[in-house]
């Protein structure tokens, strides 16, 4: 008597039915973990409270103070610049390190741990470190990184960029190697220069890599907060004639905390409201930088 074989459709269906089961804790563990307090805080965004169960609703009062914040608007105008010139040096400093050591250059493997141990260390410790390389350097001239906005500037980005590259460089590195080596061969029996091979033939290879590259530089310059808490807490300070501060290192992030623990009881609903749009800010940047990029990527 000859064993039938079980129809592929009847072993498919209890993995089918059991599969929910698996997918269950995952499922729970991402709506009690995200989307829930997600909806909590857009919801908040609306309300002024101390306590989550005080919160009295006031419309679109938050938002509209938001709008009329020049600290906040200030903030955003200088972590937009921020992030933009971070993106750029990060990614081509990134890309020629990882160009170099692709290269079969002796104690390519030692060059690439060194170049990636920065990025093991916490932002908090980072910037504290820093803090005191920059007061050893600048105290030579008689300044700090505290009373010099455009030193605080340019020291956030030496910081980031110092962390941040040898992450990025391993990308980079992963793009290189996938490039095929039949194109290269083409491009040297067609006498193509190395300017030429590169522009040509590695970096539209490579696009893959500057999406995921650009998108983590781009999002990450606009999040960066515990680098900038440490090295300047938003320093140094501008007072006005009616007694406020603008702090002329600030950014997004470290504006919102700030708000949140401000005085007040309006100030938590506030600073959830200024959250939300940056939110809505981050997102709507990431999204509208990889549809960019993903367009120029070579299916190969």
């Known amino acids: 008597m000859k064993n039938r074989r079980r129809p592929q459709n009847a072993l498919q269906r209890p993995m089918v039915r059991w599969s929910w089961f698996f997918l269950l804790p995952m499922v ?95 932002g908090i410790v980072l910037g504290y470190i820093w803090s005191m390389i ?50 290269l061969e083409a491009a040297k029996i067609d006498g193509a220069s190395g300017a030429q091979t590169l522009f040509r033939v590695i970096i539209p290879n490579v696009m893959p890599s500057i999406t995921i590259c650009t998108f983590l530089s781009l999002t990450n310059g606009f999040k960066l907060f515990d680098q900038n808490l440490a090295l300047t807490g938003g320093q140094p300070f501008i007072i006005q004639p009616d007694g406020s501060a603008i702090k002329t290192t600030e950014m997004l992030a470290l504006n919102i905390y700030s708000t949140f623990y401000g005085q007040g009881a309006s100030a938590p609903g506030y600073a959830q409201a200024k959250a939300v749009i940056f939110f809505i800010l981050v997102a709507a940047l990431g999204l509208l930088q990889l549809s960019f990029t993903r367009k120029r990527e070579v299916q190969q």
């Open 28 to 122: 729970s563990a991402f709506a009690i973990g995200f989307v829930w307090p997600f909806l909590q805080g857009i919801y908040l965004s609306f309300c002024e409270f101390r306590l989550i169960s005080d919160a009295k609703w006031v419309g679109l009062k938050n938002y509209i103070n938001v709008f009329q914040d020049t600290n906040f608007m200030r903030s955003f105008g200088y972590t937009a610049v921020f992030a933009v010139v971070s993106l750029a040096i990060i990614n081509v400093l990134a890309f020629m390190v990882a160009y170099v050591l692709t290269l079969e250059i002796k104690g390519s493997n030692i060059f690439r741990t060194v170049f990636f141990m920065p990025n093991l260390i916490g």
């Open 134 to 183: 920059f007061d050893g350097i600048l105290s030579q001239f008689d300044t700090s990184i505290l009373q010099e906005s455009t030193w605080g500037f340019w020291g956030l980005i030496i910081l980031l960029c110092w962390q941040q590259i040898g992450y990025m460089m391993i990308i980079y590195i992963a793009g290189l190697q996938s490039v095929p080596g039949d194109m």
